[in-house]
Nanobody
Framework: QAQVVESGGGLVQAGGSLRLSCATS????????LGWFRQAPGQGREFVAA????????SYANSVNGRFTLSINNAKNKVYLQMNSLKPEDTAVYYC????????????????WGQGTQVTVSS
């Protein structure tokens, strides 16, 4: 059984920063990918970023590239999403997800999901 739990969301002003954390449990390996997705009201759950468990590979959506940065602490079984220069359009519920395989931006390929953490960016 694998579990992921997100934390670190909150309310910030435009231009501010937040760091989201994803605590994981269960089997991990270099082939495991941790993905971040977000969902705004009335919208689909869109891909944000992903990182391999080894930390050797990362990928970012064009909408966040240059502003968001992924990192991983294998010893603590945690993945971090540093979000800088936040914009109101970043407002969404952010989800951490895991899959046993290489990178994919496809939501349906991730089978382990956290409960989500709310990020609200005010203007």
């Amino acid at each position: 059984q694998a579990q992921v739990v997100e934390s670190g969301g909150g309310l910030v002003q435009a231009g501010g920063s937040l760091r989201l954390s994803c605590a994981t449990s269960g089997r991990t390996a270099s082939t495991v990918t941790l993905g971040w997705f977000r969902q705004a009201p009335g919208q689909g759950r869109e891909f944000v970023a992903a990182i391999s468990w080894s930390g050797s590979s990362t990928s970012y959506a064009n909408s966040v590239n240059g502003r968001f940065t992924l990192s991983i602490n294998n010893a603590k079984n945690k993945v971090y999403l540093q979000m800088n220069s936040l914009k109101p359009e970043d407002t969404a519920v952010y989800y951490c997800a895991a899959r046993f395989g290489i990178y994919t931006a496809s939501r349906s390929e991730y089978h382990y999901w956290g409960q989500g953490t709310q990020v609200t960016v005010s203007s």
